[in-house]
C-alpha cells in the first residue's frame, strides 16, 4: 500500500514538473545580446558615394524587448573608414589615409511585425520581421599614428537605419541590419585639406559626414519574462 502511494506520488510530482517546465518555456525572452560583422563606407569630402572605399565594419550590442513591438538596442561598433588624399586646392593624388572609428550608440527600434516565440494563443506573432530603427549616438576617432589610431576627435551623432530580424531557433536568432550614422561635424578624415579649414560647418546639416554599415550577426537571447498569472502562456 505504502509503495502504491509512494508511486502515486511521484507520478504527481514528475507531471507537475513537467507542467512547470513546458509553462516556462512558453514565456518570451526580454533580454538579448549579439555579435555582428560585415562592411562600413563613410561619405565625405573623400568619397560622394555610398560603398565607395568599403572597409570591415563589427560590434557587440545588448536588446531589451519592451514588447513584441518596440525594443531598445545600445550597442558598441568600429569601423575603418578609408579615401585619396587631396592637395589644399583640391587635386587628387595617388596616396590614401584610413581612421579608426569607435561608436557607442542606443536605440529605439519597431518591429512592422509582432516578433517573438511562436504561440498558439496569438498566431500574429512571427519568428522573423522587418524593423527600423533611430537613436542617438557618440564616437571618438582620428587619424592612424605608426602603430595605432590616435582617437583624438570626439563628436555626437544621429544613428538610423532598417534591418531585419530572424528567430530561428528557441534563443537563437540572426540580425541584418543598415545603420547610418550622420555625424555633427566636417572631419572625419583628419585631413587638412578635407576638413572644415574655416570653422563654418561644424553643425551644418548640409555638410556633415556620414559613415554606414551592412552588417549581419547571430544573437543570443535570455531572461525570460515572467507570466501575468499561474495559468497564463504568452
Known amino acids: 500500500m505504502k509503495e502504491n502511494k509512494i508511486h502515486s506520488w511521484l507520478a504527481v510530482a514528475l507531471f507537475l514538473c513537467m507542467g512547470l517546465s513546458a509553462y516556462a518555456q512558453g514565456q518570451p525572452y526580454l533580454c538579448e545580446i549579439g555579435l555582428q560583422g560585415g562592411c562600413g563606407y563613410y561619405v565625405g569630402d573623400a568619397a560622394q558615394h555610398i560603398f565607395m572605399h568599403p572597409r570591415e565594419a563589427y560590434g557587440v550590442h545588448f536588446r531589451y524587448k519592451f514588447t513584441k513591438r518596440w525594443a531598445i538596442q545600445a550597442k558598441v561598433s568600429g569601423q575603418r573608414i578609408t579615401g585619396y588624399d587631396y592637395t589644399m586646392d583640391g587635386r587628387k593624388l595617388d596616396t590614401r589615409w584610413q581612421n579608426q572609428l569607435i561608436n557607442v550608440d542606443v536605440m ?9 516565440e511562436a504561440n498558439r494563443y496569438d498566431k500574429r506573432i512571427k ?108
Open 108 to 116: 529605439a527600434e519597431f518591429n512592422f511585425f509582432r516578433f517573438g
Open 127 to 234: 519568428p522573423y520581421t522587418p524593423y527600423i530603427f533611430l537613436g542617438i549616438g557618440a564616437g571618438v576617432y582620428g587619424a592612424n599614428g605608426e602603430n595605432k589610431p590616435i582617437f583624438n576627435h570626439a563628436m555626437a551623432y544621429i544613428p538610423l537605419g532598417i534591418g531585419f530580424k530572424w528567430k530561428f531557433h528557441d534563443c537563437v536568432g540572426l540580425n541584418i541590419a543598415w545603420q547610418h550614422n550622420i555625424y555633427m561635424a566636417d572631419n572625419l578624415e583628419s585631413r587638412e585639406s578635407l576638413d572644415n579649414k574655416y570653422q563654418m560647418n561644424g553643425w551644418n546639416w548640409m555638410n556633415c559626414d556620414l559613415t554606414g554599415m551592412l552588417t549581419a550577426g547571430i544573437v543570443f537571447e535570455f531572461g525570460r519574462a515572467k507570466a501575468p498569472c499561474r495559468i497564463c502562456n504568452w
